[in-house]
């Protein structure tokens, strides 16, 4: 005779269903912390104070506002969430990208994506004051100190130049498909579109695009300061969002303003995200 079924079973929280709502959680920290660096460097721009400044600098705006600590308690955890879904993502392979060259490299990129916003996850818990400083997952001074101390790094190994040239090449080919990215048709399969567009309106899909666009300009400059590092032997040349957004600076107002007003538009793409994005654990 069959045993009946454990009525406990079926109660019990699903953890998948955990993570993606911690996911969902994730996708709004990331928000917040694009519109704020966009925020500050729009302000830059048009001479309202602000400055260019990477996500572990917006964590710190972010912490000078009303309930500061609540705000970034709050992303620490939507961070670790985001973080352990892009892990389980690329090792498990809920969406099918498959064992060939192309899927390998596309889920290593989801891990290595993953590590990262759990170390910013840390940044947030820390700048909270819920960890010790000593509790850093690299150097001080922000990710543009830590790209340079990569950068010099990787410089002195046998054929380091090259290889930190191909790596800027790789960002710079990173930002321009998704410049490509942002103006295709389909704006990105895992988004629910239709849903977005009755709901809210077409609006955001066209704020969604210029985000995206944006996004891919900053990592085009990424890529030009880390190939100007490699050709000059100059680690120095090399930094994050904070000196791509410099090279905008350089160009004049209009273009730092520019980029800051993408960049806002990039973070309303993540809350769209947190919204509408079908995620699979």
């Known amino acids: 005779m069959t045993p009946a079924p454990s009525v406990g079973i079926s109660r019990r929280t699903n953890p998948s269903r955990s993570i993606e ?12 912390l694009y519109a704020t660096v966009g925020g500050l460097a729009s302000c830059a721009g048009l001479g309202h104070g602000g400055e260019t400044t990477d996500s572990r600098g917006a964590l710190s705006a972010l912490h000078t506002m009303p309930f500061g600590d609540l705000l970034l308690i709050g992303m620490a955890i939507g961070l670790l969430g985001y973080g352990l879904w892009r892990i389980v993502e690329g090792v498990v392979d809920p969406d099918q990208r ?3 060259m192309k899927g390998l490299a596309l889920r290593a990129s989801f891990v290595a994506r993953g590590l990262a916003h759990l170390a910013l996850a840390v940044s947030a818990a820390r700048v909270a004051t819920l960890m010790p400083r000593s509790w850093s997952l ?3 001074g922000g990710s543009g100190n830590e790209a340079a101390g990569f950068t010099a790094t990787a410089i002195e190994l046998p054929g380091g ?11 710079a080919g990173f930002g321009l498909w998704q410049l490509a990215r942002a103006f295709r048709a389909k704006l990105n399969r895992n988004v629910d579109r239709q849903d977005a567009e009755r709901e809210i309106g077409g609006w955001v899909i066209a704020v969604s695009r210029v985000g995206i666009a944006a996004r891919g300009l900053v990592f085009v ?5 880390l190939g100007l590092a490699a050709m000059r032997h100059d680690p120095s040349q090399a930094g994050g ?37 079908r995620i699979r654990v």
């Open 221 to 225: 400059a990424l890529g030009w300061l």
């Open 21 to 32: 709502w911690l996911a969902r959680v994730g996708f709004v920290a990331k928000g917040l």
């Open 98 to 100: 498959g064992d060939d």
């Open 138 to 140: 690299g150097p001080g």
């Open 161 to 171: 130049k090259w290889i930190v040239l191909a790596v800027g090449v790789g960002l």
């Open 241 to 277: 969002i904070d000196r791509g957004l410099d090279v905008f600076a350089s160009l004049g107002r209009v273009p730092l303003v520019a980029i800051g007003v993408g960049l806002i538009a990039y973070g309303v793409y993540q809350l769209l995200s947190a919204r509408y994005r």
